[in-house]
Nanobody
Framework: QVQLVESGGGLVQAGGSLRLSCAAS????????MGWYRQAPGKQRELVAT???????NYADSVKGRFTISRGNTKNTVSLQMNSLKPEDTAVYYC????????????WGQGTQVTVSS
């Protein structure tokens, strides 16, 4: 099993920045892809960004150019640098991990709240 713990959420004004982090523990040898999804009230959970073990990244169009995903040196951590935040970025942000570049959401963290005020 893999456990994922997110941190770094909070309240920020529009135009500001936040950095989210996620640390994996347990059977981390099984992890290839890590990433970030988000879910706003009344909406479905949606992809924000993913990154594979080889460093290949994928971003939602809505965050391209504003958010940057990165893996830590141990490959068991993933961060999301969020710049130029907008009120529509307000959501609970979840960190998933998966064993392949295709199966990317086998495990989930509990989520961290990001609120962007206008």
């Amino acid at each position: 099993q893999v456990q994922l713990v997110e941190s770094g959420g909070g309240l920020v004004q529009a135009g500001g920045s936040l950095r989210l982090s996620c640390a994996a523990s347990g059977s981390t040898v099984s992890i290839n892809t890590m990433g970030w999804y988000r879910q706003a009230p009344g909406k479905q959970r949606e992809l924000v960004a993913t990154i594979t073990l080889s460093g290949r990244t994928n971003y939602a169009d809505s965050v391209k150019g504003r958010f940057t995903i990165s893996r830590g040196n141990t490959k068991n951590t993933v961060s999301l640098q969020m710049n130029s935040l907008k009120p529509e970025d307000t959501a609970v942000y979840y960190c998933p991990a998966g064993p392949t570049p295709i199966v990317t959401t086998a495990y989930w963290g509990q989520g961290t709240q990001v609120t962007v005020s206008s």
